[in-house]
């Protein structure tokens, strides 16, 4: 009986994918451990930075300049946006983690704070985006508010 047997290879050592499914299901592989990578990275941040912040809020509260504690908190959002950019995470969550900073730095209302928006611009022009990346988070973050569109803007232009 002459029966062929399939040659397999060992896990790791193929040259190139039998079908086009294998190579799909490579390629999908490899983008979910990226997205994995990027969501823990945000997340190693948020755990950090709120650390630090929290004891920078602590040290700017008793400092005798009026705005170290806003200072602190534009730098929070910024790097933050920063990050977030980078690592392309789901917007909700940012907006959620953007009203946890805000809450760690004593901003009740962080939506209607122009130093946010001036420090999302900063995070945006720090992540290098594009301007087509700006101009849809200037309309999904400002709501049609051209108060907050125009401080996204400026806080961009600043780094520039």
């Not at 047997?5 to 060992?10: D, K, N, S, T």
């Not at 039998?18 to 994995?36: K, R, T, W």
């Not at 946010?116 to 594009?130: M, N, P, Q």
């Amino acid at each position: 009986m002459n029966r062929k047997v399939p040659h397999r290879r060992a896990p790791g050592l193929e040259k190139h994918p039998e079908s086009p499914f294998d190579a799909l299901v490579a390629l999908l592989a490899v983008v979910l451990a990226g997205c994995s990578i990027s969501a823990s990275s945000v997340s190693s941040w948020s755990l950090s930075k709120s650390s630090r912040s929290s004891s920078r809020s602590s040290d700017s509260s008793s400092s005798s300049s009026p705005g170290a504690a806003e200072e602190a908190y534009r730098e929070d959002v910024s790097d933050y946006t920063r990050a977030y950019v980078k690592s392309g995470g789901d917007f909700r969550a940012f907006q959620s983690d953007l009203a946890k900073i805000a809450q760690e730095h004593g901003i009740t209302n962080w939506e209607e704070n122009p130093l946010t928006y001036r420090a999302i611009g900063e995070g945006l022009g720090s992540a290098k985006v594009s301007d087509a990346e700006l101009m849809a988070y200037k309309r999904n973050l400002s709501r049609g508010d051209p108060a907050k569109a125009e401080a996204i803007e400026e806080g961009y232009r600043s780094t520039r």
